[in-house]
Nanobody, 126 residues
Framework: QVRLVESGGNLVQPGGSLRLSCVAS????????VGWFRQAPGKEREAVSA???????FYTDSKKGLFTISRDNVKNTVYLQMTMLKPEDTAVYYC????????????????????WGQGTQVTVSS
């Protein structure tokens, strides 16, 4: 069964950090680009970051220098390290896999991704 499972979401204080994990099963992530999206209540799903098949990384402008995406193909896992979290970062975070290369434009489009996880809740609050 092809699956993506996110973990690492939690309640964290403003200014804190979290590392999210996205583990694939039933297929190998090294043949895919992987993106992280988030969706807050009442808002549309938005792209946060992506790592392409070749290793290039992309970020939404507001999170450059604050979030870091990485992949471990041996563990079949992609990570999103988030720092300096703010209340507006509160959302359900999803990872998604795209069977191909992505770039600075295409990583933002959810329709480019074929496989999605169920999400993990991140809450930033004091």
């Amino acid at each position: 069964q092809v699956r993506l499972v996110e973990s690492g979401g939690n309640l964290v204080q403003p200014g804190g950090s979290l590392r999210l994990s996205c583990v694939a099963s039933g297929f190998s992530l090294d043949g895919y680009s992987v993106g992280w999206f988030r969706q807050a209540p009442g808002k549309e799903r938005e792209a946060v970051s992506a790592i392409s098949l070749g290793g290039a990384t992309f970020y939404t402008d507001s999170k450059k220098g604050l979030f870091t995406i990485s992949r471990d193909n041996v563990k079949n896992t992609v990570y999103l390290q988030m720092t300096m979290l703010k209340p507006e970062d509160t959302a359900v975070y999803y990872c998604a896999a795209d069977a191909g290369y992505t770039d600075s434009n295409t990583f933002r489009d959810p329709d480019n991704y074929e496989i999605w996880g169920q999400g993990t809740q991140v809450t930033v609050s004091s």
